[in-house]
């Protein structure tokens, strides 16, 4: 029976409020508006970001809401005006819109999209700056324009990749995020060349892809820096060449980079969130030329600092959002290299869960024993 232009009522996680367990409750979706699309998910992982959030450090961070941003399934119905995507196409939500016809679209110069992002960052859809998610009457706000713990989700249509239908839902869904994010910091925002000497602070999935993208490009070095030894064995498998453990050693780890590599790196890539990380990741790079890219996302009120004279002598600071790929023209370029075998998914992949076990989930990525757990939603 089709569920076109109803209300539909269904399972999602709701964040009721920061630092408390998510609640599985019943929540209803309303029709998608003209300009968006309601997608049933198939399957989420979980991001640090979505912890992060969920934890009171997001100067966005709105409740109650429907966290999840690093998905894949498939189109149940679009609003009007909606041709790029049809029921039953498969597809991945995007955090990152990409409207292909705004300034920042046009540029040229950004994978940034200033077509919704007014409305995403208040949790809520554009044309009429409601949300579409409520339970029992009261508003729940949407999450980075994606809201991907639901079993159905409402999202602009600007904000949906569509997808090769080969491609499995259950590891694609990683190519909502992490992945792009690690592989694009290297190809896309600092350009990594062949020959070069590259230190990541952070062996999580971001930290892990930039290892691969670094590998892929024909780096020399890649020094793989985290306070977690138990990361180590894992991080040779995705191109790390060195490791280091700054807990190891009485000097800044950006001075203990530096003596190993005859003055410091070509390239370092924050992916802790950690502002004092960022800080020895920008330090650690070579005079004249070094670039470091903060990838790590910082809780609020925290700033980076460093001596100008950083700055003066050449290093270059530079940030990156999903890894600067512009989202509705490149993931689906991705999920083709995925199926191709030219990167890996799979591999970042450690456990697999119900939505029912996401609270369980949660926990396992504070721990650090986890890189990415895909819940199952629903099956086609
Ligand atoms: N800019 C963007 O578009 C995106 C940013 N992010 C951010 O990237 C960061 C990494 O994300 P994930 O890999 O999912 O997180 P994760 O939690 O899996 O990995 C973080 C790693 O950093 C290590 N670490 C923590 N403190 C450290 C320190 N002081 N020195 C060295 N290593 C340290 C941890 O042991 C862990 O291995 C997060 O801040 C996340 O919010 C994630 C996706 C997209
Ligand atoms: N809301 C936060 C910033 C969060 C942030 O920087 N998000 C990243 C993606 S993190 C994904 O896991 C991003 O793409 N930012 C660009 C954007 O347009 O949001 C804050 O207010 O500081
Ligand atoms: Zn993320
Ligand atoms: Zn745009």
């Known amino acids: 029976m089709s569920t076109e232009g109803q209300v539909i ?8 409020e920061a630092k408390k367990p998510l609640s599985i409750e019943d929540v209803q979706v309303a029709p998608p508006q003209a300009g968006e699309v309601r997608i049933k998910i198939t399957h989420t992982a979980l991001c640090h970001t979505d912890a992060y959030t969920l934890d009171g450090h997001d100067p966005e961070g709105l409740f109650p809401c429907i966290l999840g941003h690093e998905a894949a399934g498939i189109v149940e119905s679009v609003g009007e005006g909606v041709t790029e995507v049809k029921a039953g196409d498969h597809v991945i ?5 990409e409207c292909k016809e705004c300034k920042f679209c046009l540029s040229g110069k950004t994978n940034l999209c200033g077509k919704v992002r007014s409305a995403t960052g208040v949790g809520l859809m554009l044309s009429d700056r409601k949300s579409r998610f409520s339970k029992d009457g009261k508003v729940i706000y949407h999450f980075m324009g994606t809201s991907t713990f639901s079993e159905y989700t409402v999202v602009h249509a600007v904000s949906v990749a569509k997808v090769n239908p080969a491609a499995p839902l259950d590891k694609i869904c990683l190519l909502g995020c992490g992945i792009p994010t690690g592989l694009g910091a290297v190809w896309n925002t600092a350009k990594v060349e062949k020959g070069a000497n590259v230190a990541i602070f952070g062996l999580g999935t971001v930290g892990l892809a930039v290892a691969e993208g670094a590998k892929a490009a024909g780096a020399a070095r890649i020094i793989g820096v985290d306070i977690d030894p138990s990361k180590f064995d894992r991080a040779k498998d995705f191109g790390v060449t ?3 453990n700054p807990k190891d050693h009485k000097k800044p780890t950006q001075e203990v980079i530096v003596e190993m ?16 990380v960022m800080r020895s990741a920008l330090e650690c790079c070579h005079k004249g030329w070094g ?7 910082a809780a609020s009120g925290q ?5 100008p004279f950083q700055l003066v002598t050449g290093r270059v600071w530079k940030g990156t959002a999903f890894g600067g790929f512009k989202s509705r023209s490149q993931v689906p370029e991705l999920v083709e ?11 970042y992949i450690t456990h697999n869960m119900k939505l029912d076990d996401i609270n ?8 650090g024993k986890c890189l990415r757990c895909v819940l199952q939603l629903s099956s086609l």
């Open 9 to 16: 009522t269904c399972k999602a996680a709701i964040a009721w």
């Open 93 to 97: 939500p995007c955090y990152q819109a």
């Open 242 to 244: 060195e490791t280091l």
């Open 261 to 276: 590599t005859d003055g410091g790196v070509d390239y370092s890539f924050d992916c802790t969130g950690n502002v004092h």
């Open 291 to 297: 670039t470091s890219v903060i990838i790590g996302v």
């Open 303 to 307: 700033e980076i600092s460093t001596r």
């Open 337 to 347: 290299k995925y199926l191709k075998k030219e990167i890996k998914v799979d591999e």
């Open 360 to 367: 369980e989930a949660f926990d396992l990525l504070h721990s």
